[in-house]
């Protein structure tokens, strides 16, 4: 898919993964029309853009359907069209196990990370079908095919978001729009303080190599030019697949072993 000229919405796009896809759009050629509820770092990102008129910004929450329904007004009253639709907005959960979890953060969890995804995609699908090429992107998470101690019920919600992606894939292989799914391992965000999660590790301390916003961006961008079904995101990403698909039961343990080892 060639990028120039098209039109994209990026959700989450005020930091991390998201501020670097709409920055590296625009260097494509693409506008952007960016979504998040953060509208002073949203401010930053279309100060950060090398052609600042390519991007618009928009205050949604993408767990609220009000929001999501105006949203989609706007970008027609904008946009003549859209072309490519990448559910990037994502939040995880406290550090803590289903059973302590509070029944409202696992709505809230899913709310973001699978239903405004797919009510998104929902709302611009016919659009998006009647392009002669298009593109949905869900940005899912090596816990979504991983099970990870602490973070089940984000690891649900993205497990959840692959599957619609799989099959949303397989119901429009013979139309005009690719689905995408996008696998990403650690990357250095700001998703534990976005998501208003405390973490005994930081970025800094954290002794797993994480992949940069900025080269997790490139992936992404690179899987929608080249109409990708799959991509693994990050070193680890690739690894924790291979373990998993070989000895499940084993890769479980080893990734409880190293998270113990991080919080000590």
Same mark, same amino acid.
């Given at each position: 898919?060639?990028?120039?000229?098209?039109?994209?919405?990026?959700?989450? =796009?005020?930091?991390?993964?998201?501020?670097?896809?709409?920055?590296?759009?625009?260097?494509? /050629?693409?506008?952007?029309?960016?979504?998040?509820?953060?509208?002073?770092?949203?401010?930053?990102?279309?100060?950060?853009?090398?052609?600042?008129?390519?991007?618009?910004?928009? +205050?949604?929450?993408?767990?609220?359907?009000?929001?999501?329904?105006?949203?989609?007004?706007?970008?027609?009253?904008?946009?003549?069209? =859209? %072309?490519?639709?990448?559910?990037? =907005?994502?939040?995880?959960?406290?550090?803590?196990?289903?059973?302590?979890?509070?029944?409202?953060?696992?709505?809230?969890?899913?709310?973001?990370?699978?239903?405004?995804?797919?009510?998104?995609?929902?709302?611009?699908?016919? %659009?998006?079908?009647?392009?002669?090429?298009?593109?949905?992107?869900?940005?899912?998470?090596? /816990?979504?095919?991983?099970?990870?101690?602490?973070?089940?019920?984000?690891?649900?919600?993205? =497990?959840?978001?692959?599957?619609?992606?799989?099959?949303?894939?397989?119901?429009?292989?013979?139309?005009?729009?690719?689905?995408?799914?996008?696998?990403? /391992?650690?990357?250095?965000?700001?998703?534990?303080?976005?998501?208003?999660?405390?973490?005994?590790?930081?970025?800094?301390?954290?002794?797993?190599?994480?992949?940069?916003?900025?080269?997790?961006? +490139?992936?992404?961008?690179?899987?929608?030019?080249?109409? +990708?079904?799959?991509?693994?995101?990050?070193?680890?990403?690739? @690894?924790?697949?291979? $373990?998993?698909?070989?000895?499940?039961?084993?890769?479980?343990?080893? @990734?409880?072993?190293? $998270?113990?080892?991080?919080?000590?």
């Amino acid at each position: 898919m060639n990028l120039k000229d098209k039109n994209v919405i990026v959700t989450g =796009a005020a930091s991390g993964i998201g501020r670097e896809l709409v920055l590296q759009l625009v260097d494509k /050629g693409a506008s952007v029309a960016a979504l998040d509820l953060n509208v002073n770092e949203l401010e930053v990102t279309k100060s950060m853009a090398k052609d600042q008129k390519k991007v618009t910004i928009h +205050k949604v929450d993408v767990s609220n359907d009000e929001d999501l329904t105006k949203f989609y007004g706007e970008f027609s009253d904008t946009y003549p069209d =859209a %072309d490519c639709l990448i559910n990037n =907005a994502g939040i995880i959960q406290p550090f803590i196990n289903v059973g302590d979890l509070d029944m409202n953060v696992v709505e809230k969890v899913m709310n973001v990370n699978f239903y405004g995804p797919l009510k998104l995609t929902k709302l611009f699908l016919p %659009d998006l079908l009647k392009r002669d090429e298009a593109n949905i992107t869900n940005v899912s998470s090596m /816990g979504g095919f991983f099970p990870f101690p602490g973070q089940t019920v984000y690891g649900s919600s993205k =497990a959840a978001l692959k599957i619609l992606s799989e099959g949303m894939y397989s119901e429009l292989l013979d139309t005009n729009v690719n689905v995408m799914l996008a696998l990403p /391992g650690a990357i250095e965000t700001n998703i534990t303080k976005n998501s208003n999660v405390e973490s005994k590790v930081s970025n800094e301390d954290s002794k797993m190599k994480m992949t940069s916003a900025s080269d997790a961006a +490139k992936q992404i961008i690179d899987g929608i030019e080249k109409k +990708k079904f799959k991509i693994y995101v990050g070193t680890d990403s690739k @690894i924790m697949n291979l $373990m998993y698909k070989f000895n499940d039961k084993k890769a479980i343990g080893f @990734i409880n072993k190293k $998270m113990k080892e991080m919080n000590n």
